[in-house]
């Protein structure tokens, strides 16, 4: 995959997980195991239309896959694809734990030389 299709790749992921209610059906999907849009909007204050589309945004960022069930599809986590993407977010919260205390540092050095100036 190249460095731009994985860009694009990584930010369907992320949109995917940061809308609140996709998040959601993930949680469901993985205490239950699989799911249709039908059961999962029966659990959802969204309608079974409105599942099912988001249903399609998190098999196309990896996080679901789809098996025909009969009139239906059955969905289920895809659990390296939700790995990765705990991965990742783990990554990204360590570069900013590391910028928070790189601009501490820099603060804290600029009160301390404004303290000498004033003594």
Same mark, same amino acid.
């Given at each position: 995959?190249?460095?731009?299709?994985?860009?694009?790749?990584?930010?369907?992921?992320?949109?995917?997980?940061?809308?609140?209610?996709?998040?959601?059906?993930?949680?469901?999907?993985?205490?239950?195991?699989?799911?249709?849009?039908?059961?999962?909007?029966?659990?959802?204050?969204?309608?079974?239309? *409105?599942?099912?589309?988001?249903?399609?945004?998190? &098999?196309? !960022?990896? %996080?679901? +896959? #789809?098996?025909? *069930?009969?009139?239906?599809?059955?969905?289920?986590? &895809?659990? !390296?694809? %939700?790995? +990765? #993407?705990?991965?990742?977010?783990?990554?990204?919260?360590?570069?900013? &734990?590391?910028?928070?205390?790189?601009?501490?540092?820099?603060?804290?050095?600029?009160?301390?030389?404004?303290?000498?100036?004033?003594?």
């Amino acid at each position: 995959m190249s460095t731009t299709a994985a860009a694009k790749f990584d930010d369907q992921l992320w949109s995917a997980i940061g809308d609140p209610t996709r998040r959601r059906m993930l949680d469901l999907l993985l205490v239950e195991g699989d799911g249709t849009a039908t059961t999962l909007s029966q659990r959802l204050p969204v309608t079974r239309q *409105a599942v099912a589309k988001h249903l399609g945004v998190l &098999d196309r !960022a990896g %996080l679901v +896959r #789809a098996t025909p *069930a009969g009139r239906e599809r059955r969905y289920q986590v &895809d659990d !390296a694809q %939700l790995a +990765r #993407a705990a991965a990742q977010l783990s990554s990204v919260g360590s570069e900013w &734990d590391a910028r928070l205390q790189r601009i501490k540092r820099i603060a804290e050095a600029i009160q301390r030389t404004q303290h000498i100036e004033h003594d």
